[in-house]
């Protein structure tokens, strides 16, 4: 019989998933989801050549998987498993790349241990303060302490996409793979692909090139979790994908009967990170405002109550601007109003800015600047005439406004996009009709405003 270190990288990965699904119902019914594959691209980067997922594939290092034996491969799988399951591949967003799988990291990892996995030597244990916090969470402590060590400056993130190069109609990536790759040196699937030496041989594969190089992860012993194969801008992509995920965690939570209390928080965490407008709108102003630096002189209070100390932020004198401008058309009810007003109150207690409202139908009818000590806000409407957006941009130009964004509530009943002209700061559109949620903006993101949802 053969033991861990006759098996090819191949077998002993197939092995360590079938040992899975008989362990545990429920994260291997997860993994029967994933595509397992070798990195037949090379572009695991140096720290992190181990394993990765999409949500849709699962790659592992072919040298990596040879230093292992069965019992850290599924560890590795399980790993990968929870990220997925955790909408991880879904939820990173403007944040940066390496501290944000570090976060995740240390989230699965936490709930991996309270499921009964035993972490691998190879593996650092999670550190105990992120004990039942979420990705989101663990990333904004990471990120205060990078920034409390860099003069108040935050690191570049990495924002843009980090995928895998695409795949063909069999599932594999570009061109179906032969056992070997004549000409490369690499080897296709079920090949270790050592030399003498022990060592994998040089070359790249043949098929599509990646979209980009994977940034490189530090300390990334547990692999990688990137970025969905889908436009995650797109909100029917979006949800599309997640609902993709509560489908696969639900069956597998019904497959397995009783979980462990760790594992009914990820079933949990599934239905509370549903992303809706209010994440987007939270994210889209934490993207936009940036209100000043890091300073230990002013610790964080919503982390200094749970004897937690991070640098909280020095603002900067004057407080930054946004501009609400509101359709006050004649097709805009009383519901939409009330909800208006809701939410330009909550990011008035959210966000330290100030606010000027903008109401307008054929033309700019009236402004209020709002700030919190307005709250409770009573917005003056003026208007009831037809649809048109140019007025607001073109007031904005005129009266040499610096907003630093732009949201605009409306049903997006407009006959024309005509003189409207980008005002070169972020701009978002409210969107309180489901029938234009595809509609097409010459600029800025378009979100839903569910008014079903509000109370």
Not at 298 to 307: E, G, I, Q, S
Request: aromatic share 8%; net charge negative; hydrophobic share 35%.
């Amino acid at each position: 019989m053969l033991n861990d270190n006759d098996l090819t990288a191949e077998r002993k990965i197939t092995k360590a998933r079938s040992q899975l699904i008989m362990d545990d119902p429920f994260f291997g019914n997860v993994a029967m989801h994933l595509d397992i594959m070798p990195d037949l691209w090379g572009i695991l980067p140096p720290h992190a050549k181990t394993m990765a997922t999409d949500g849709e594939r699962l790659i592992y290092d072919i040298n990596f998987v040879d230093t292992i034996d069965v019992q850290e491969a599924k560890f590795g799988i399980v790993h990968e498993v929870g990220h997925v399951a955790l909408k991880h591949h879904l939820r990173r967003g403007k944040r940066d790349f390496a501290t944000w799988n570090q976060a995740c990291d240390q989230a699965v990892n936490h709930i991996l241990i309270d499921a009964g996995y035993h972490m691998p030597k190879s593996m650092p244990m999670p550190d105990p303060a992120f004990k039942d916090m979420g990705a989101e969470q663990i990333y904004q402590i990471m990120l205060a302490g990078q920034n409390s060590g860099n003069s108040g400056q935050s690191p570049k993130p990495h924002t843009d996409p980090v995928k895998l190069p695409p795949k063909d109609s069999s599932g594999q990536p570009g061109p179906t793979q032969p056992d070997s790759l004549p000409g490369s040196g690499k080897p296709g699937p079920g090949k270790s692909g050592k030399n003498q030496q022990g060592q994998q041989k040089g070359g790249n594969p043949s098929g599509p090139p990646q979209p980009q190089q994977i940034p490189d992860v530090p300390n990334a012993n547990g692999g990688l979790i990137l970025d969905a194969p889908v436009d995650l801008n797109d909100l029917k992509e979006f949800q599309q994908a997640e609902e993709n995920v509560d489908l696969i965690v639900e069956q597998a939570a019904k497959t397995a009967g009783n979980l462990p209390g760790s594992l009914n928080q990820i079933v949990k965490s599934n239905k509370e990170h549903t992303q809706n407008y209010r994440d987007l709108l939270r994210d889209f102003l934490e993207e936009s405002l940036t209100p000043g630096d890091y300073t230990w002189e002013v610790p964080d209070r919503m982390w200094t109550a749970h004897d937690i100390f991070l640098p909280g932020i020095e603002y900067e004198p004057e407080l930054p601007q946004i501009i609400f401008a509101i359709d006050t058309s004649g097709s805009i009810g009383r519901k939409e109003k009330d909800i208006f007003a809701n939410e330009i109150s909550g990011v008035l207690e959210e966000f330290p800015c100030t606010i000027k409202a903008m109401y307008c139908d054929t033309s700019v009818r009236h402004t209020q600047d709002l700030d919190s000590d307005d709250l409770p806000i009573d917005l003056q409407f003026r208007g009831g005439g037809g649809t048109q957006f140019y007025p607001v941009f073109d007031y904005i130009k005129e009266h040499d406004l610096q907003p630093k964004a732009i949201l605009y509530f409306s049903d997006m009943e407009v006959w024309s996009w005509d003189r409207c002209e980008d005002p070169g700061v972020p701009v978002l559109w409210m969107n309180t009709n489901r029938r234009k949620d595809d509609c097409k903006v010459p600029f800025g993101k378009i979100i839903p405003l569910e008014l079903d949802k509000q109370k």
